[in-house]
């Protein structure tokens, strides 16, 4: 099987010099071999996997920028390819409609971010544990969530030590208070793959609050920030 590997080295001439909105959700590839990329704020993540056997093939991401005719990127994370962590790589795009193409890989917009009510990318920063809530500081040690306005996608990894915990995504829908995860790729275990999770969410002060249960079963109550607010 190809695995589709990052977009590197490759560039393509654009013919618009204007500045390409590319806020939502792509995906490329067959269902053997798909990848789902999300767009947010200056934030991306890209998860490839095999929607037919249910099984996780990687995961990268990091921040990016659009200059000209360029879309340039550092990733914090990469499953397929962690020698690229940190590094400022360049790729140029071509973006026609609702089709995007960045080096060789041909992308469909899923969603343009809306509806945006959690659009963004999120770091932890509480949860609470027998002894309250227990505020949480990310550093180079992040889990991060990132949502257009109908996929999401966490991944917990370290940037500095090239680490990587796990991943996993899918769709979610908010509705009356809940906000409700379809899972349908996880790192840790396939078997997850088509569960749906039900949360209340809120917002306290800006930050998003959400309880329920993970796809273990375990209560969880966690409190995100979006990374823009944070500065980092």
Known sequence: ???LLPFILLGLSISSSAQ??????WKAGTDENLMVMIVADKFYSVAVYNQKDKSYIGTYGGTFRIEKDEFIYVNE???????DIGVEVRSAFQLKGNALKLATYDFKRLDDG????????????????GNGMQTMTPGARKTMKILSGTRFQWIAYN??????????GGTYTTENGKYTETIEVF??????VGAKLEFD????????RHSGKSSTGQPIDEIWTQRQKLGI
């Not at 994370?77 to 020698?83: G, W």
């Not at 940037?159 to 991943?167: A, D, V």
Request: net charge positive; proline share 4%.
């Open 1 to 3: 099987m190809k695995v």
């Open 20 to 25: 390409p909105n590319i806020t939502g959700a």
């Open 77 to 83: 994370f990469n499953t397929l390819n962690n020698e």
């Open 114 to 129: 809306k509806p945006g009510q959690l659009a963004g990318a999120w770091l932890i920063t509480g949860r609470v544990t």
């Open 159 to 168: 940037s500095e030590t090239k680490e990587f915990f796990g991943t996993g």
């Open 187 to 192: 790192s840790r275990d396939n078997n997850r």
């Open 201 to 208: 969410f809120s917002f306290v002060d800006g930050n998003w």
